[in-house]
T-cell receptor, first 114, second 113 residues
Framework: AAGVIQSPRHLIKEKRETATLKCYPI?????VYWYQQGPGQDPQFLIS???????DKGSIPDRFSAQQFSDYHSELNMSSLELGDSALYFC?????????????FGSGTRLTVV | QQQVKQSPQSLIVQKGGISIINCAYE??????FPWYQQFPGKGPALLIAIRPDVSEKKEGRFTISFNKSAKQFSLHIMDSQPGDSATYFC????????????FGKGTSLLVTP
């Protein structure tokens, strides 16, 4: 079965650089969620999109932005990177009509800021 | 502010034993309570979930017990196996907010042979 695809798997950036993370949801999933998981921490909700519109916003810094495109893939753009942005970034997708039981997480992008 | 409190932080259980992880929440509007299993370097995977209209749900070796009045829920893993060794997260969400998940801090479970 198709899964949520995230790219790249690993990314190393220097402080103050920018990074773009990509997420390709499961086909026919209309909702995408982004989470940030620091070392040894629980995942923190950043932002979500439903049908290409932002649907909910969590603890996403102003330096970060995201969007969902017409093919439903989503990109998380991170600027002015800080050491504290080093984390695993997960994308999840679901068909909203099914609800959270349909939630599927990708394998994540490990961002390291040096 | 952590909206879901999870304990214990770590747990060691012998093979064949019962693993019990507990969570508590404050927001009575939460209406969906899932448990996720996460292996190192992987994304969380849904194990089992419950809604407040039932007090218990069982799927195979995994059981959720839910106490609405106490605002607590727990995961029981029966006949624990070494392959169950992973980090377990409880979570809570609101269906009317698009199901953004509020996670607990996680429990690192080690099942010894």
């Amino acid at each position: 079965a198709a899964g949520v695809i995230q790219s790249p798997r690993h990314l190393i950036k220097e402080k103050r650089e920018t990074a773009t993370l990509k997420c390709y949801p499961i086909p026919r999933h209309d909702t995408v969620y982004w989470y940030q998981q620091g070392p040894g921490q629980d995942p923190q909700f950043l932002i979500s999109f439903y049908e290409k519109m932002q649907s909910d916003k969590g603890s996403i810094p102003d330096r970060f932005s995201a969007q969902q495109f017409s093919d439903y893939h989503s990109e998380l753009n991170m600027s002015s990177l800080e050491l504290g942005d080093s984390a695993l970034y997960f994308c999840a997708s679901s068909p909203l009509a099914v609800g959270a039981d349909g939630y599927t997480f990708g394998s994540g992008t490990r961002l390291t800021v040096v | 502010q952590q909206q879901v409190k999870q304990s214990p932080q770590s747990l060691i259980v012998q093979k064949g034993g019962i693993s019990i992880i507990n969570c508590a929440y404050e927001n009575t509007a939460f209406d969906y309570f899932p448990w996720y299993q996460q292996f190192p370097g992987k994304g969380p995977a849904l194990l089992i979930a419950i809604r407040p209209d039932v007090s218990e749900k069982k799927e195979g070796r995994f059981t959720i017990s839910f106490n609405k009045s106490a605002k607590q829920f727990s995961l029981h893993i029966m006949d624990s196996q070494p392959g169950d060794s992973a980090t377990y997260f409880c979570a809570a969400s609101l269906s009317n907010s698009g199901y953004a998940l509020n996670f607990g801090k996680g429990t690192s479970l080690l099942v010894t042979p």
